[in-house]
Every structure is written in C-alpha cells, then in structure tokens.
T-cell receptor, first 114, second 115 residues
C-alpha cells in the first residue's frame, strides 16, 4: 500500500517569512496530491491540490510542486501570517480507477509568530 | 446543511461500553471515509464506502470496530467493548469519487474519550 512521509513535524516561522513542507510517497500509481489545513477543533480542509500531469500549481500565497520521478511533493507558503498557524497534512491518492482512498502524512504543525 | 455532519461532537464512555458514531455526508457524494486521529497524530484510515460496492475495511484495527452505510447516505461507526486506546477524534469525510476530482470534505469529528 501507499506510504506518505511528511517533514518537518513542527515548523516555527516569523510573520512574513516563507514556510516549506515536504512529503514523499511510495506508490507510483498515485496521481492526485491534496494538501489539507486543520485548525484547532476542526476537521481538515482542502487548501490546494495537484495532479500528476503538472509540476507546479499556485494559488495566491500558496504553491505546490510535484516531482513524479523522485516521488516528492512540497507545499510552499509565502508571506506567512498568524492565521496560517495550523496543522497541515499532505496526502496521496490513486484517483483513476483505484480506490480513491487518501493516504495522509503525519502532519506538520506550523506556528507563525507575529 | 451543505457540509459533512458528525454526531455527537463529543462522547465520553466507560471502558467496555459500546459506542455509535454517526456521519451524514454531503448529498450526492458516493464515497465516504472514516479516519481516526489520535492526539497529535496523523489521520489513520479506517474504512471506505463507495456506492453499492463492498466497503474497504482494510484499516479497521480490530473486530471491535465495524461500520455500516445506508445506500449513499448516513454511515454509523460502531466500536464495541471500548478500550482506553480507542480514545481519539473520529473523522468522517465524503467525496464525489470518480475521475480526478476527488476532494474529500471532512466533518468536524467526534471526540471519543474512554475512561
């Protein structure tokens, strides 16, 4: 089955700095990679995703990159703000005739200091 | 409501008792997932329902855990003879599985505490 590793487990930055969270996956059949943000006491919410036919996607201050050969994908947050503080989860999914079950990383607790 | 709804939001139970957790997915979503999240940990897959197909139960940790889904609507996760290690937040998610758009929408979770 799929295995997703996520690093770092905790990331502390100053407001305005950039934050990068990295994930690796094991199953080359995975072709959909969502990122979720979980605020305290809430369920995870999708913030950005990328499919295997592209290498990069950007949405305002958030970007995701994918290296299929190396089975790496990363989340980049620029100009961080205190409200970005949350736990971020990466996931890998086989979304083309497979089971569509997201396998999640262990999460990164991002703390943005004002 | 437009989102995934879970009930109860909190449940405290005594060790050895059975509990039932409920999930109301988004209308029209054929796929439904249950995950477990222990304190400070990631999301551990439990079970997956997709339409009328047999559920994928590969993540259930023991035979004390079971889940049912009525058609493409409500799902119930049952834990029998609860143990302290069952204490966690149980998250339900639903999605329109199929093609490449498989965003999973999560509920707020049920926080289960076994005392």
């Amino acid at each position: 089955g799929e295995n997703v590793e996520q690093h770092p487990s905790t990331l502390s930055v100053q407001e305005g700095d950039s934050a990068v969270i990295k994930c690796t996956y094991s199953d080359s059949a995975s072709n959909y990679f969502p990122w979720y943000k979980q605020e305290l006491g809430k369920g995870p919410q999708l913030i950005i995703d990328i499919r295997s036919n592209v290498g990069e996607k950007k949405d305002q201050r958030i970007a995701v990159t994918l290296n299929k050969t190396a089975k790496h994908f990363s989340l980049h947050i620029t100009e961080t703000q205190p409200e970005d503080s949350a736990v971020y989860f990466c996931a890998a999914v086989e979304a083309s005739g497979g089971s569509y079950i997201p396998t999640f990383g262990r999460g990164t607790s991002l703390i943005v200091h004002p | 409501g437009a989102g995934v709804s879970q009930s109860p939001s909190n449940k405290v139970t005594e060790k050895g008792k059975d509990v039932e957790l409920r999930c109301d997915p988004i209308s029209g979503h054929t796929a439904l997932y249950w995950y477990r999240q222990r304190l400070g940990q990631g999301l551990e897959f439990l079970i997956y329902f997709q339409g009328n197909s047999a559920p994928d139960k590969s993540g259930l940790p023991s035979d004390r855990f079971s889940a049912e889904r009525t058609g493409e609507s409500v799902s119930t996760l049952t834990i029998q003879r609860t143990q302290q290690e069952d204490s966690a937040v149980y998250l339900c998610a639903s999605s329109v599985a199929g093609g490449m758009s498989t965003e999973a929408f999560f509920g707020q979770g049920t926080r289960l505490t076994v005392v």
